[in-house]
């Protein structure tokens, strides 16, 4: 068997001293977590990014940075995933789209209350992906090149 981890993205979003979160609800109960999903076949990850951010918050992001690239081993649910935080602007809103299903609501939460909320963080990713932000990690997004091959 082959081993892959999950690709998943995520926007690290701050707006005068606020952090965008979604409150959603997993298997596990209601959870907290960045504007995040999977990669999907074929798609670039700034693509993904700004889709997951879109579908789960109504916001449009502008990524312009990469904050880190986070490697998490869940050993409960013998799941790894790999994870690429963005942070951006936000360039439009629409708040009549509909929410992903499960998304109950995205908050704009004060470092105070994210932390507040750590034991019902979707992962630990969650905090450490602010906590980079508000150190000032901004990596140039030409770091990533997405090729696709016809064959």
Known sequence: MVWKPNVTVASVLEREGRFLLVE???????CYNQPAGHLECGE????AVIRETLEE???????????GIYNYRNEARDVTYLRFAFGGEISAHDPGRPLDEGILAAHWLTLDEVRALQAQHRSPLVLRCIEDWLAGRRYPLELLHHET???
């Open 24 to 30: 959603e609800e997993t298997e596990y109960g209601i």
């Open 44 to 47: 670039s990850l700034i693509d």
């Open 57 to 67: 918050t109504a916001y449009r992001l502008n990524p312009q940075y990469l904050v």
């Open 149 to 151: 091959c016809a064959g």
